[in-house]
């Protein structure tokens, strides 16, 4: 009886910590994107291939969109 408590303990903590860790992963995967999709447009507009005025409409959204994806305000 003892033994089966502990199972169930067990595996109610290991899905638990799974959800979590999932949801970490996702949020710093996330996070990579947008800062790589950042550098992506800066370095459009360094090369003229975007305009000035897009490229910071571009890096503002994303920027916020960082913020949000790492659990800052809006």
């Not at 459009?44 to 571009?58: H, P, Q």
Request: without cysteine.
């Amino acid at each position: 009886m003892m033994v089966m408590a502990v199972v169930i303990v067990l595996l109610v903590v290991l899905t638990v910590g799974g959800g979590i860790a999932r949801r970490v992963l996702r949020r710093r995967r996330w996070v990579r994107r947008l800062e790589r999709a950042e550098k992506g447009v800066a370095a459009a507009v360094a090369d003229g291939r975007i305009a000035s005025l897009t490229g910071e409409a571009l890096l503002q959204h994303l920027e916020g969109l960082r913020r949000v994806a790492g659990g800052g305000e809006v």
